[in-house]
């Protein structure tokens, strides 16, 4: 049996997916969290085999907890469940380290396989935005000179978090992550906050 940590800020979307996976017989749900800073601080503290989460939830969006928590947990095999078919969420997700990539609506059937899949090793992205990334060289990824720990702070300043918030959710000192805020601003060559969201929303990387 698979287990899974299910990480959703619907609950009655987490229930049903939920209720879905355990009614198969082949999963088991060990914990269900409401925001990303709950999903971490649980998958940091408890084991699971697959953690299934979404991109858009709060406190700590899906793509900071999703970097934070392999940057603890490298080895998780970690499954995004999104609304969103755009590619540069697609790009964002594979370069932190997620495994598969699948979107809400589709069928309960295919979810099933797919965490079959990542369970035994394998990834998952839908093929027409895989294909599109294959043609893709890795040097137009808007976040590739960036550390993983950059990147998770990249995701919480255009989230609107100041520096206090982002040093109290990542268990750093204000003046670490001010040195980091500092170091993506010269590496994504912008002046302010401002100009790192209107980046992020160009390159497809800012939550609706």
Known sequence: MISLILADDHTMVRQAIAT???ATGLFSI??????????VETALK???????MDISMPKMNGFAALEKLLHHRPQYKVIILSMHSEREYVEAVKLAGA?????????????IQVIQEVA???TYFPANDHQRADALTVSINPLENLTRREREIFYL???GRSNKQIAQLLSLAAKTVENHRGNIFKKLKV?????LIHFAA????LEP
Do not use: H, M, W
């Open 20 to 22: 879905t996976l355990k």
């Open 30 to 39: 060990e914990y269900e969290c409401g925001d990303g800073a709950e999903l």
């Open 46 to 52: 408890f084991k699971a085999d697959i953690i299934l």
């Open 99 to 111: 495994r598969a990539y699948i979107q809400k609506d589709a069928p309960s059937e295919q979810l």
């Open 120 to 122: 035994s090793g394998k």
């Open 157 to 159: 300043v255009v989230a």
């Open 191 to 195: 002046a302010s906050t401002v100009e």
């Open 202 to 205: 160009k390159n497809g990387l």
